[in-house]
């Protein structure tokens, strides 16, 4: 897997965003970067709030980026007061699915979307179990079981960017829960 | 989830333990029954010969939810086992007066509600709707106000059969459509059901117990006060998802074509045969002791004729693809011979009135809008055709202790008819606020999930919809009618 950082910045959060976003463009990077509070992270606000007196922005971004934005936010931080104040690498970024159906066409469209990863992210733990009940055809009133039962769970696991890719993919399936993405990090 | 093993495991003995419990308590009845002579049944059944009938709802409330596979397979084993614990006793400490009670039961309730039933369910799943329309807020708006009408005239059973398929297919493009079908829960598989006896059991249970057929068309303005507010909440719900949802321009709605149409006629049949039974005075006759109208075996050999000729007459291929099969039947066959059997100590201490074991409820429903609450609550919760039947008794207990019920329904609607209302509008309104306070809402959250929409769990349902969505509007309900 290629390296990948968070970048905890201190600074007002409106200024450090906007001007990240236009730094990128105007060195003509649009990838390679993500701001966790946007993107269904699992951030705790108070903590940081406690641990570094005051609003810190958490930032992912790839080793090809790093340098860019570190230097971009150090020419900055006179004029706007940021601060780079924890750097770590990135060992993998996760997040926990469930699903549940009962529509064979909906656990077709599952099984292709756990059963076909992206480069650098895996499915890990995944318990899923298909459940065939003859006796359970056709339409109940007051007894309501299903002939057909998929359902099961797992952890996706991998690179930021191919984790976050996936998970607002299964986030937009019906069927399909999924936690808030975390990172585990060198300390 | 209870494992099913755990379930056989532990489900023998308390089948025992409730059968030697039974047995020794009604012993001590069978002594002080014989220092009581001449007392009203109602008078003498303690609370306790109401643990069945308990037993018996808990079960169709909670097995489905946390034992649903083993109690698809297991219900008749269980509807029987509550049955006879409270059957057994009873009839062995009241023997003949027992089984006049039990006959009573099942020639005047049981088998019309289940004739009833058969004939609705027969009819509707013979009509079929092809073809698809375009899930817009407009078009789910137009179709529940259609089902909503709709379930009056075909049970609400029938009218969620008949529509929950094109609703599915209406909003098979469609990425947030939960709460389409939540709402045509509210709508169609509960209040629509409001205008006749034929449109929910509790109020064809009542027209059995003497209310007649039209008398029901008095729950058309607190029906209207519930079904306006709710469509209107649902198109503006409806319009925001629409919306923000990316429309897709290759959706195109196809012409609906109507299939078995002429099934219609057995379902105006049924409705005559219903109306008939109710003003037709044709005398009565006795069998094995219990006093039959003719009118209602007229009524009831009718409905089985129109719901054999649907039968005879209906296509295969409608009823393959309504999934029509006899098994929703069986169900309420099962289930409801267990209710009626236990509800019998229930209906005779409430019949009781200050003078039974359940005084204590009489006293604290005084008015309407206890009993449309209390009544609504337990609906919610119970199925809502014995906890009307038990409200009712309450009703007739509290006001009118002692006297025939054919004299005292007259006197209930004549001098008492907002606690008729009331009790009518809570059993009726307030199925909808749980799965499983009315028959047709898990047929339609199981349907719904086999078309690939992911339900609200049991406690989703309620936090996320119905306590926000109908209970600000039975509060309404309650300032306009009940208060």
Known sequence: ?187 | MVSQQSIARFLPGLILLTFIAMGMMFGDVFAESADHGGQALGELLPLWACIPFAGILLSIALFPLFAGHWWHKHFPKISAMWALAFAIPFLFIYRGQAMHEILHIYFLDYFPFIILLWALYTVSAGILIRGTLKGTPKMNTFLLIVGTFLASWVGTTGASMILIRPMLRANAHRRRKVHVIIFFIFLVSNVGGSLTPLGDPPLFLGFLHSVPFFWTLNLAMPMITVAIPLLLMFFLVDTFYYRREEKTSSRESSALTFFGLHNLIFLAGIIGAVLMSGTWKAGSFHLFGIELKVAFVVRDALLIVLGLLSLRTTRKEIHQENEFTWFPIQEVGYLFAGIFMTIIPALAILKAGSHGALSGLIEVTKEPIHYFWITGGLSSFLDNAPTYLTFFNTALGSFFPGIPEVEAVPMLIEHKESYLLAISCGAVFMGAMTYIGNAPNFMVKSIAEEAGIRMPSFFGYMIKYSIPFLVPVFILVTLIYFR
């Open chain 1, 1 to 187: 897997m290629p390296a990948y950082h968070e970048l905890v910045i201190k600074g007002d959060r409106k200024e450090l965003r906007a001007f990240i976003e236009g730094f990128m463009i105007g060195s003509k990077k649009r990838r390679g970067y993500i701001f966790t509070e946007e993107h269904a992270f699992d951030m705790d606000r108070l903590k940081d709030l406690i641990k570094f007196h005051g609003e810190v922005t958490h930032l992912i971004c790839d080793t090809a980026n790093r340098g860019l934005i570190e230097s971009g936010i150090k020419k900055a931080s006179e004029k706007f007061d940021f601060e780079i104040v924890e750097r770590h690498r990135i060992r993998r970024a996760y997040f926990e699915f469930d699903f549940k159906t009962a529509n064979r066409k909906v656990a077709g469209t599952i099984k292709r979307l756990i059963g076909k990863m992206p480069a650098g992210v895996k499915v890990a733990d995944l318990e899923q179990d298909e459940i065939i009940d003859p006796s359970a055809r056709g339409v109940e009133l007051y007894t309501p079981t299903h002939h057909y039962n998929f359902y099961g769970k797992g952890v996706v696991e991998g690179d930021p960017f191919g984790v976050h890719h996936l998970h607002a993919k299964m986030r937009e399936h019906e069927n399909i829960n999924v936690s808030d993405m975390d990172i585990h990090v060198d300390k």
